[in-house]
């Protein structure tokens, strides 16, 4: 089998076309939950946290102070950004929240697999005999 040819058959599975459009969705979907965590999470969250902006929490290792985050980047100062890390928390959380959710809800449109029922073993007069055999041999 030639080299395009072998191509041609990989790319024309169904798992390969399955997964290129779940990616093209899966990038769709990530700025949905990125508008959906910045435009009308993000300002709900602030309003119970009086205004806290989590992207300007940070922490110098230098010991000085900066009153923004692009202060002390400005200084080349080394700080840990934890707010951008709860806020990668949170988006987590809200993606696998809805995920949960789009799952939950396109398995109830799935059919349900049938239910097969295994037929009772046929007993042969052979396994009859060998059982027979085996119940004498434990009485005795």
């Known amino acids: 089998m030639s ?4 191509f041609k058959e990989f790319i024309s599975k169904g ?5 290129a459009v779940g990616v093209i969705i899966g ?5 949905i ?4 965590t910045d435009d009308i999470i993000m300002p709900i969250l602030s309003v119970f946290t009086s205004g806290i902006d ?11 102070h900066y009153d923004t985050l692009k202060a002390a980047q400005d200084a080349k100062a080394a700080v840990i950004s934890y707010g951008n890390f709860l806020n990668a928390v949170i988006y987590f959380l809200i993606i696998a929240f809805v995920i949960f959710w ?4 396109a ?13 009772a073993p046929v007993v042969t007069r052979d396994q ?3 059982t027979e055999i085996l119940a004498a041999l434990r009485t005795r």
Not at 27 to 31: H, P, Q, R, V
Not at 102 to 105: I, S
Not at 107 to 119: G, L, M
Request: aromatic share 12%; no cysteine.
């Open 3 to 6: 080299f395009v040819s072998e």
């Open 15 to 19: 798992n390969v076309l399955d997964l």
């Open 27 to 31: 990038g769709a979907f990530g700025k």
């Open 33 to 36: 939950v990125t508008s959906l």
């Open 54 to 64: 989590f992207k300007e929490k940070f922490f110098a290792l230098n010991g000085k």
């Open 102 to 105: 789009v799952v939950k809800m």
């Open 107 to 119: 398995n109830r449109f799935k059919k349900p697999a049938p239910v097969v029922v295994a037929a």
């Open 128 to 130: 009859e005999l060998l």
